[in-house]
């Protein structure tokens, strides 16, 4: 009987990792697209807080110098995204933005209170060149336009990876996404719904794994 309950705490969580890092993308994995990317530039911020990506799984967005066009897709990705999962604790929204729009992005939530509550969002203000060379270490296919600015928004892992889709789907459809535009609500709701899930799920995975280990470990002591 105790060998079977070790089976169950140890090999069994153990294979379902290993099952669920080799499948196809409809499954609990997603995909690593870019590794190594730049941690974010030092700047400020609404309340002097520093910002970092490394321990968080971050939506990174660009708005560009003038924030005010993009208010309804910015309405968009909190209402899709931020809204679902800004209940975890290791989970954030951060907006890059050049040095000298704090007022037009504190308009912006003023505006938004009584449609959607982006007050956890994280803004951070950098200088311009440093904002395109942190862009640039994403290795994306959307530049940025002359404003600092991109429709895209993008998943960054814990470990500072970029994440989206290569490869096949379940319908056996050759498929790459590296970025989300957050103009397009159906490509919110359907796919960066689903791959941030899968992300949420991934690390939960892999803690439930860690917790088992060191409850194993505990019992041979």
Known sequence: MKKIILFVLLVAPLILYVYFSMVKHNSLFLPKITKNVNELPSGSTLDDKAVHLTGKIS?????????TPRKEAIFNLNQKI?????????????MLLPTGDEQKVTALQESLKRMGDISDWKFVFANPADIRAFHASLKVKEPLDAQCGSPYVYIIDKERALRGRKGT???????????YNMFIVSELHNDMTDDVKIMLREYRLALKQNNVYQQAAKRKI
């Open 59 to 67: 939506i990174i967005g660009f708005p560009g110098d003038d924030i």
């Open 82 to 94: 931020n809204a679902k999962y800004r209940g975890f604790t290791d989970f954030q929204m951060v």
């Open 169 to 179: 789907d379940s319908k056996g459809a050759v498929g790459f996404k590296d970025g």
